[in-house]
């Protein structure tokens, strides 16, 4: 098949990789505003360039990945599925709750797949995790922790587009905390601090946080995020029910340094990058993609998916700034 991508920054230059790589995808088609970044795309993969987003929907191509700036994401979705085109685009939807709404009534019922992405869903440990819990092997689940620490802070320009720590960084482990468990989140309190980096504090976000959801079965889920862990990038989920309990994450590459005395775990070189701890998750997800283009599959991560995540960030945001509980309902009502 024949895929384009839109937008050749840091991901979409991954994602090109990586589709050069499927078998099934027989030629790329790109743009990107900076001609630079479509020029070494072309030249390193043989894709072809096209000189603007109309243009490369026209190019025949079968689907399209969005890697653009987040700004360009609702217009570039919109655009691919009135084309006709099934389209995959880097999370979130839109920058803001009131865009991604009006995104997903501008593709409801069309018959045009839309996936979003969220790695984590196709990652192996995830993937075990999940599958574990639907089988019932954990018995009822009582509590979840979810975990997401970056190495370092991103750069003062990405902290003041970001739309804060919960939006940019926690809906990862918002989403994943709904696809392992199958559960809704109902309510939220969470908390924040900011005790490094100068620019996060200036930008009016926190750079550790803490949150208590409360699914809708009662199960409480605790979600732990910081910018700043010099040991590395670490992602982890415990999943603990009446009959077992269980871990994603807990692997030689874990950045924690044990020192619990004559213990050798974990003794691998730690992840250090997102790229690192998911690459192989991201080819199973732009695997995903060619086979939702192809027909042979729904999108595994929709719209209507992407925009749950991000009311849960949008209630952790609020309950941050007020100090409070807050509900989701509550921010879905505006």
């Known amino acids: 098949m024949r895929i384009g991508i839109l937008g050749l920054g ?33 030249e390193r993969f043989g894709a072809e360039i096209a000189d603007s987003p109309e243009a490369l929907l026209a ?18 979705i919109v655009a691919a599925v009135e084309a006709g085109v099934p389209v995959f685009c ?15 009534k501008a593709v409801a019922g069309r ?10 869903r196709f990652d192996a440990g995830f993937v075990a995790a999940r599958e574990a819990v639907r089988a019932g092997e954990l018995g009822k689940l009582h509590t979840v922790r979810s975990t997401t620490l970056d190495p370092a802070p991103p750069s003062a320009a990405y902290i003041a587009a970001s739309g804060g720590i919960f939006r940019d960084c926690s809906v990862h482990d918002f989403d994943v905390i709904r696809w392992v468990t199958g559960r809704e989140v109902s309510e939220v309190y969470a908390v924040g601090g900011n005790r490094g980096a100068d620019f996060i504090r200036e930008a009016g976000d926190a750079d550790t946080t803490g949150a208590v959801l409360t699914l ?19 992602v ?16 030689d590459k874990l950045p924690l340094r044990s020192v619990e005395p004559g213990t ?5 070189v730690p992840h250090d990058f997102f790229m690192d701890r998911f ?28 925009l749950e995540a991000g009311w849960i960030a949008e209630a952790c945001t609020l309950s941050l700034r007020e100090h409070r509980p807050v509900t989701v309902a509550e921010v879905k009502r505006g």
């Open 236 to 251: 982890r989920m415990e999943i603990h029910g009446f009959a077992d309990s269980i871990a994603v994450g807990l692997e």
């Open 90 to 104: 880097e999370k979130p939807v839109a920058r803001t709750m009131t865009e991604g709404v009006e995104v997903l």
């Open 59 to 76: 190019a025949g191509v079968d689907g399209v990945v969005v890697a653009a700036a987040t700004d360009a994401h609702p217009a570039l």
């Open 111 to 120: 018959d045009v797949p839309v996936q979003i992405g969220f790695n984590r």
């Open 10 to 42: 840091r991901i979409g230059a991954f994602h090109a990789e990586t589709l050069h790589t499927l078998e099934t995808v027989d030629s790329l088609v790109v743009a990107d505003p900076y001609a630079d970044a479509a020029k070494a795309a072309a």
């Open 279 to 306: 690459a192989a998750a991201y080819r199973t997800e732009l695997t995903a993609f060619t086979e939702v283009v192809a027909g042979a599959r729904p999108s595994p991560c929709t719209v209507e998916d992407a």
């Open 264 to 268: 050798a775990f974990p003794a691998g």
């Open 216 to 234: 809708d079965d009662g199960t409480i889920a605790v979600v732990s995020n910081s910018r700043h862990n010099a040991r590395g990038y670490d």
